[in-house]
Each structure stands twice: as C-alpha cells, then as structure tokens.
T-cell receptor, first 117, second 112 residues
Framework: GAGVSQTPSNKVTEKGKYVELRCDPI?????LYWYRQSLGQGPEFLIY????????DSGLPNDRFFAVRPEGSVSTLKIQRTERGDSAVYLC???????????????FGAGTRLSVL | KQEVTQIPAALSVPEGENLVLNCSFT??????LQWFRQDPGKGLTSLLL?????REQTSGRLNASLDKSSGRSTLYIAASQPGDSATYLC???????????FGTGTLLAVQP
C-alpha cells in the first residue's frame, strides 16, 4: 500500500477484555515495529520484527502483550486482560530493512487509540 | 540506558521567526538521530535523519545538527509558518538494535 495502515483507528474496551490491533506495513518492507505513546509522552518501543520473527521484544511490558507477524507482512498486537493503564495510542512503523540509512527510515501509521474503561 | 530529553516542552512564536528546538541524549554511542513531526491524531513524519558520522542535514527551511560527543542535537526552523505548528520529536537509534528511543517532544505553535 501507499503507507502504513493501522486498524481500527479507535478502540474502546472494558477492563479485562482481550483486544487485537492490526498493522499493514508498506508493501515490501521487511522490518516492522510497534510503539506505544501515552498522553504527553514520546513513543516507547514495544517490539521489532524482521520478517516473520521477533528480533527484539524487550519493550513488551509484561506477558499480557503479544505480537505476531506470521507471513512477514501484516502484524497483530494482542493484549490480554486489558487494564486501564494500557490506554494509549499504539503506533506501528515499517522500514525496508538493510544496511543503508535510507533503508532504515521508519515510516509510521496514524496509530490505534486504545481506551480501556 | 539511553535517555532522550527535549527542551522546551512547548514553544509559541509569531510567524516569520527563526527558532531552535533542542534534543539531548545520555549515551553518545548512537547509530543515527532522527527528527519527526507529529500532527494531532496522526502518525509521525520523518523530517531529517543524521548519521552518527554526520554533523548536519538540511531540508528546505529545516536544518538539524548533531554533536555526538556532547550528546546534543538541534533542529533549526527558518522563517516559521503557522503550518509548522505540530509536535516535534527527536529519536536516537543505538547501534545494537533497530529500535528508536524517543524524547517527549516539543509542542510548537506558530501564531499568524
């Protein structure tokens, strides 16, 4: 596609529920990233995929958070037993991957605003 | 642990002024530094990327500098316009990982 697409744009859920957030990266981009941005803060890294595998998941806050990218394209961020503190904008980015600076530029989607009531 | 700080947190200027946004980072072992723009309800748009071996990058009215040894970067915006109003974020990429470490941003308002 033309850009990184994230769905839904807004998600309201109740405490304790399970949610899935979807990211469609730019076509051909091998690297995909998830970040979380709380109000008034910069984005915080969650997880990075190179192809189908999670190359770095050090930013996932706990085992309620999980992400997959089974075919090396679309990724889904899954949050179990949501808590009010999970409310934030979840941003996805993709890059071409590779050694050059240009190929490492991350292109961001508009994000999914998650509200846990 | 790498920490990125941006000052000021908010800035309001009249149209036409030149301005400087500041970014500092605690660990000088970075691979590159990027400046992003974020508009309300939208994702981030990359403005400039400076490799660790570079001192500055320019794009139109924007100029970003990098002093790796002192852990500082500045974003200079010339002849500001109301359309420049947005949140500006800097982010560093350390060599060992592809993740970006972001600052908290500077909210810029350019008054017509």
């Amino acid at each position: 596609g033309a850009g990184v697409s994230q769905t839904p744009s807004n998600k309201v859920t109740e405490k304790g529920k399970y949610v899935e957030l979807r990211c469609d990266p730019i076509s051909g981009h091998t690297a995909l990233y998830w970040y979380r941005q709380s109000l008034g803060q910069g984005p915080e890294f969650l997880i990075y995929f190179q192809g189908t595998g999670a190359a770095d998941d050090s930013g996932l806050p706990n085992d309620r958070f999980f992400a997959v990218r089974p075919e090396g394209s679309v990724s889904t961020l899954k949050i179990q037993r949501t808590e009010r503190g999970d409310s934030a904008v979840y941003l996805c980015a993709s890059s071409q991957g590779g050694g050059s600076a240009a190929k490492n530029i991350q292109y961001f989607g508009a994000g999914t605003r998650l509200s846990v009531l | 642990k790498q920490e990125v700080t941006q000052i000021p947190a908010a800035l309001s200027v009249p149209e036409g002024e030149n301005l400087v946004l500041n970014c500092s980072f605690t660990d000088s072992a970075i691979y590159n530094l990027q400046w992003f723009r974020q508009d309300p309800g939208k994702g981030l748009t990359s403005l400039l990327l400076i490799q660790s071996s570079q001192r500055e990058q320019t794009s139109g009215r924007l100029n970003a500098s990098l002093d790796k040894s002192s852990g500082r970067s500045t974003l200079y915006i010339a002849a500001s316009q109301p359309g420049d109003s947005a949140t500006y974020l800097c982010a560093v990429k350390s060599g060992a990982t592809n993740k970006l470490i972001f600052g908290t941003g500077t909210l810029l308002a350019v008054q017509p």
